[in-house]
């Protein structure tokens, strides 16, 4: 008979055991309904990290976790659903022109997203900057706004009862240390995205010192985990592991990189997040099995109609002038060469200390603060030539950011710069 509390099982995997299916369910339902404390939660998720979990024992915890709340059901709206979930970088806007293109192709996107802790950004706070624009959707106007051809996409808060015990667990890992568990990770994203109630996902995971995974093998290896997971609970799965070592495009910020976004649906923008955002786009639309080139409709306009559409919808106004920071301070180049690195955690982190993100749950953010760059790698640069914007509200903030720029770009005296790859692999469920 297997033991049914809390501390034989946290001692079972702290001996390195396998859990049984009835002890995963017990203790995601105990922890959800308060009977396991929050002690003996942080214990087993240290167990965990340290242990680990089999493919059976992590789909299970994912199962657990979705029972833990509702499960969306987004059947019958007579275009299929498709969404993407990026594991987060320093200027990652692509959700933003990303959902209206789909959407424009012919399939539903319903995006529930969150708000950003620490270096990189949250899609909602990128949102938030709209004036007007409001990231709480009731689940029946959910619907009507996805089931609408002229819209078809949604990004919006998840509520609180789907995935509850991730959304507690997840809090507790965040103060304990327990963060970086592939099978903690895999299942937490999983959890949320099935319970979407999306038929089809598209992953990017990111790799790079931007990211949350520093190595290829760990992005591979975690990008495995939630292929798997997806193709187990039904839900079509792609992964594309690609590069977080300098920032996605030009801005990093929330009204700073909406401008950016929209820049983008304008059929400019730069040309990573072109590239990202149609390869993406390409992925998503196989996958909802739709026959459309996501670069037609781009370039024809259909994208930025949908943007205006999935914009007003949540109360924003598309054509009102975005907030803009009060203060600005410029860092140039010490000296002349080829640019050969600009690095996203250091962006990332002098974005966030310009007050563009929080370092703690539900700290308010700056819409206009944030960092644009004037140069990418691979561009000549001149001494003294401009290389970063900052902007904040907050003039006292100058210093920390610069602190965090002080190493973030190499100048070479060589013309001999090859840049990486965009897209590092691709796994398939
Ligand atoms: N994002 C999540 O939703 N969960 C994690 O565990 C890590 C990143």
């Known amino acids: 008979m297997t033991a049914l509390d809390a501390v034989s099982i946290i001692r079972c995997k702290r001996d390195g055991g ?5 002890q995963i369910d017990w203790v995601i339902d105990g922890f959800t309904r308060g009977v396991v404390a929050d002690e003996q939660m942080s214990a087993l998720a240290m167990a965990i990290l340290l242990r680990g979990m089999t493919r059976r024992e992590t789909g299970r915890w994912t199962a657990a976790m979705i029972a833990s709340g509702q499960r969306m059901d987004f059947t019958g709206l007579g275009r299929p659903t498709v969404d993407k979930h990026s594991t987060g970088g320093v200027g990652d806007k692509i959700t933003l022109p990303l959902a209206p293109l789909v959407a424009a192709c012919g399939a539903a996107v319903p995006q529930l997203s969150g708000r950003g802790l620490g270096h990189t950004g949250g899609t909602l706070d990128k949102l938030e900057a709209i004036p007007g624009w409001r990231a709480d959707v009731p689940a029946g106007r959910m619907r009507e706004i996805l089931a609408d051809p002229a819209i078809g996409a949604v ?32 299942s937490s994203i999983m959890s949320k995205k099935i319970a979407e109630g999306t038929a089809a996902l598209v992953l990017d995971v990111k790799v790079g010192s931007g990211a949350f995974m520093k190595s290829i093998a760990d992005a591979r290896d975690l990008a495995a985990a939630m292929v798997e997971l997806g193709a187990d609970a039904g839900v079509s799965t792609v992964a594309l592991l690609t590069a977080m070592d300098t920032p996605l495009g030009r801005t990093a910020g929330n009204a700073l990189e909406v401008a950016e976004s929209v820049e983008v649906l304008a059929g400019g923008g730069p040309a990573d997040v072109v590239e990202l955002t149609l390869t993406l786009a390409r992925e998503m639309v196989a996958r909802a099995g739709l026959h459309v080139d996501p670069a037609d409709v781009l370039a024809d306009g259909r994208a930025m109609d949908h943007w205006r559409a999935m914009i007003a919808a949540q109360g924003g106004d598309p054509e009102a002038p975005l907030p803009v920071a009060r203060h600005t301070e410029t860092v140039t180049a010490t000296a002349a060469g080829t640019l050969t690195r600009v690095d996203a955690m250091d962006v990332g982190i002098a974005a966030w200390r310009l007050g563009a993100g929080r370092a703690r749950q539900g700290e308010a953010v700056q819409a206009g603060a944030g960092v644009v760059l004037h140069a990418k790698p691979g561009d000549t640069v001149t001494a003294g030539q401009p290389l970063f914007t900052l902007h904040t509200d907050t003039p006292d903030a ?27 692999d691709r796994l398939v469920g």
């Open 18 to 22: 396998e859990l049984a299916d009835e």
């Open 155 to 186: 990004v919006c808060a998840a509520g609180a009862e789907l995935a509850p015990a991730d959304k507690r667990l997840y809090a507790l890992r965040d103060v304990t240390g327990t963060v970086e568990s592939i099978p903690l990770i895999a």
């Open 398 to 424: 100058f210093p920390a950011a610069l602190a965090a720029l002080a190493d973030a770009v190499s100048i070479e005296p060589t013309s001999e710069y090859k840049p990486g790859a965009l897209v590092l």
